[in-house]
C-alpha cells in the first residue's frame, strides 16, 4: 500500500473503525473500565480499584445485576431498533446477533433467566408488542421517540390535509360535470342510472383547463365516451 492509500479518506476511516471495534473490546463492564489493549485490560483486572469492585459486587449482587439487566435491555433494543427498525421479527435473530457482539452482557448476569423471560418483560413493560407463535415468540419495537411521534402526527396531518383537499377539488369537479349536464339534460334519457363517470373515482377522466373557476364557464371535456 502506497502512501497516498494509506492516507486516503477511506483507509483512514477503516483505521477508525477498527479501534472503535477494539475500544468496546477491552472494556471492564462491572468497573465501566475501557481498557486499551488486552495487556491493559489484564493489569485492569488485577487492579485494586477492580478487586474492590468485585468485592462490593458480591456483597451487593442486586444492585449489580439491576445495572447488568438495564445495559443488557438497552443494547438489546438498541440493536432491535438500529437493524430491524419496527419490524415483527423472531426474538431469537435478535438475540443471536446480540450475543454475537463481543462485549455483549450475558443474560445469566441479568434478572432474567431465559430469553422468553426477558421477551415477556419487554411485552409488560410496553417496550415491544410480542406474540407466541407455534415456531417461538416474535417482538416488534415500539418507538416511543418524541421526534418519531411527531413525525408520525405530521404525517397522519398532512395525509388528512391531502384526503380534504381530494374531496374538495372531487366536488368541485361534479359541480362542473353537473353544471355541463344541465345544458345536455335531454341528450340523457331518464331510465338510464347516474352515469357512473360522474363518481368522484373517475374524475381522472376529465380534463379541466387550468384557468377553470367556479364563476368562470363550466366547460368539460371527455377524453373517452
Ligand atoms: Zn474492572
Redesign the pocket.
Known sequence: MGKADFLSPKAISNRIKSKGLQKLRWY?Q??Q?QCRDENGFKC??MSES?QR?LLLASENPTKFMDYFSDEFKSDFLELLRRRFGTKRVHNNIVYNEYISHREHVHMNSTQWETLTDFTKWLGRKGLCKVDETPKGWYIQYVDRDPETIRRQEEQARKKKQELDDEERSAKFIQEQVRRGMDGKEAEVSSDRPKPDWMNRTKAAEFILPSSVSPAGPARLHRTQT
Do not use: A, I, N, V
Open positions: 471492564c462491572m468497573c473500565k485492569h483486572c477492580h469492585q
